[in-house]
């Protein structure tokens, strides 16, 4: 039987699910993380078949979402869009030491994934933790600079206020340099990594993304099989049961 537990993991609400008979043991573990103005439960139907597969996976709220939530207003919670996830790429590390000191994980055997938002911080976490193993992007962008100046670009474009000035627009652009992954891709050392995104994604552009896949390919040369792209032409913004299965397997094979 699966089990699903509410605990605070590193300060931070997680939902905790794991096979009730290997609650107590070191497993491998999953950190999968939601997307923006979502929450940990909206993603259970991942967390439940990677626990039925033998893994133990904690699924944390982001700042100011879910049980962290505020009376921030959408726009509000919009211009704090990169300071969630880079929050968030903070608390996979310390989420990862909590689980390892209660000796409930097998630290050599960690994954991540993440859909929208949550595949963007998947992306940032594997630019600067080595230790995890493989990794699932579900309608996430690497492209970190190249993402904040579409989004700046769009919100002048509609109108939107942004109350930064532009030296201060350079700045928090200069915070992400670390977790522009398609900046360093060679932090990735071969490690396995599938991504899926639809063609049609109106929210995070599709195309940052399948460039940097082509990019990192010649990195695989040798391990083809470390490497996955699935490109979806109708879903939009929206994870397919296909997406689902197939990270399952995944990290199945991989972690």
Not at 176 to 194: I, N, T
Not at 200 to 219: G, H, M, N, R, S
Request: with cysteine; proline share 4%.
């Amino acid at each position: 039987m699966v089990i699903i537990e509410k605990e605070i993991v590193a300060q931070v609400p997680v939902l905790h699910v794991v096979k009730q008979e290997k609650k107590e043991g070191r497993l491998p573990f999953i950190l999968f993380i939601h997307g923006f103005t979502s929450a940990k439960e909206h993603n259970l139907h991942f967390a439940y078949l990677l626990a039925e597969a033998g893994y133990r996976v904690v699924m944390p709220d982001a700042l100011y979402h879910g049980e962290r939530g505020t009376s921030l207003s959408e726009h509000e919670l919009q211009l704090k869009f990169w300071h969630v996830v880079r929050q968030m790429i903070a608390e996979v590390k310390w989420i990862k030491e909590e689980m390892e000191q209660r000796r409930l994980i097998d630290p050599d055997r960690v994954g991540i994934a993440g859909t929208s938002m949550g595949g963007i911080v998947t992306f940032g976490s594997l630019a600067v933790y080595p230790w995890i193993k493989a990794a699932v992007s579900l309608m996430g962008c690497p492209a970190y600079e190249m993402f904040f100046d579409e989004l700046v670009k769009t919100a002048k474009k509609t109108g939107v206020a942004i109350p930064l000035s532009d030296e201060q627009l350079k700045q928090e652009k200069a915070q992400l340099v670390k977790y522009d992954l398609s900046k360093q891709p060679e932090k990735l050392a071969g490690r396995p990594l599938l991504i899926w995104h639809s063609e049609c994604d109106q929210v995070v552009p599709y195309a940052y993304t399948y460039e940097f896949y082509e990019q990192i390919k010649p990195l695989y040369q040798g391990k083809e099989k470390s490497l996955k792209f699935i490109s979806d032409a109708t879903a939009g913004h929206k994870v397919t049961r296909e997406a689902l299965l197939e990270t399952v397997k995944w990290f199945t094979a991989h972690v």
